[in-house]
Structures are given as structure tokens and as C-alpha cells.
């Protein structure tokens, strides 16, 4: 199979903040961009911020819509990490090390954009975890019952 690229649609209500936080913090690429929208790539996914002009509401903690990527290296992890420090982005959620020892071990943070929009950035020390490890019912924060 072809690579195939994630895309993703989300709200804003300001372009200019939306290319401070996304380009100049995050170091997406600029695609096409109108005054309603911007296309940008983050490692090589397509990403669109969409303006609106109805209220955008946070929602109360990271459940149950975020996006992000899952990197396959720590390192790489480690630098946007560094970056969004140096950049001065809101960290939703600090920095964590989960479930050490474990198949699911991983390390995550959250930034929320100017908008409210949620995003995660995961590193897993086992590779099987992303998508395996179905014997395994833990998602999240949450328990399998909720």
C-alpha cells in the first residue's frame, strides 16, 4: 500500500493566532490559506484550521476529544516537547511517564491551542501497544467500565 495521509478539520476563530500557535510554536508548514481557513502540514499530516463564528466551548478535561501524534522515537518526543516549552505553549496536561514496566508504558503531554482545541503526543516504549495488546482494557485515564 501507498502512504496514506491523516487529515484532520478543526475550529477556530482567529487565523493569525491559529498560525502562532500551529506554525511559529508546533513548526507546521503552511499549505494553502484564505481568510476562513489555513492548511498546514504537521509531520506530514494534513491539518485544517476552519474559522467560526459561533462560540467555541472547552470542554471539561481531555475526554473525550484530543488529537495528536504517536512518535516512534523518544527523542523526537523529547524535542517537540522542549520546543513547545521554548515556544511558551499552553501544557494542558504536564508531562507524564504512564504505567512504567507495563506493555502500555508511554510518555504523553497536551497543549491546548488558543481555541480550546485539545492535542496529545505520545511515545510508547513498546510499539505493540499503539494498536495491539488487546488482552490489555485500559484506555486513557479512564476505567474499562466508563
Not at 466551548?57 to 513547545?84: C, K, M, V
Request: charged fraction near 20%; proline fraction near 6%.
Amino acid at each position: 500500500m501507498n502512504p496514506v495521509l491523516f487529515h484532520l478539520a478543526f475550529p477556530v476563530t482567529d487565523i493569525a493566532k491559529t498560525k502562532e500557535f500551529y506554525v511559529e510554536g508546533l513548526g507546521c508548514q503552511v499549505g494553502r490559506e484564505t481568510r476562513q481557513a489555513v492548511i498546514m502540514n504537521l509531520y506530514g499530516h494534513q491539518i485544517v484550521a476552519h474559522m467560526t463564528y459561533e462560540p467555541l466551548t472547552p470542554q471539561r478535561g481531555i475526554y473525550p476529544r484530543h488529537f495528536g501524534l504517536i512518535f516512534t522515537a523518544l527523542e523526537d518526543w523529547e524535542a517537540l516537547l522542549e520546543r513547545a516549552q521554548q515556544q511558551h505553549l499552553q501544557l494542558y496536561e504536564q508531562p507524564k511517564h504512564r504505567f512504567p514496566g507495563q506493555l502500555t508504558e508511554h510518555r504523553t503531554f497536551f497543549l491546548a491551542d488558543p481555541f480550546g482545541n485539545l492535542m496529545e503526543f505520545k511515545y510508547y516504549s513498546h510499539a505493540e501497544a499503539i494498536f495491539g495488546a488487546r488482552q490489555l482494557t485500559a484506555i486513557g485515564d479512564r476505567t474499562p467500565s466508563e
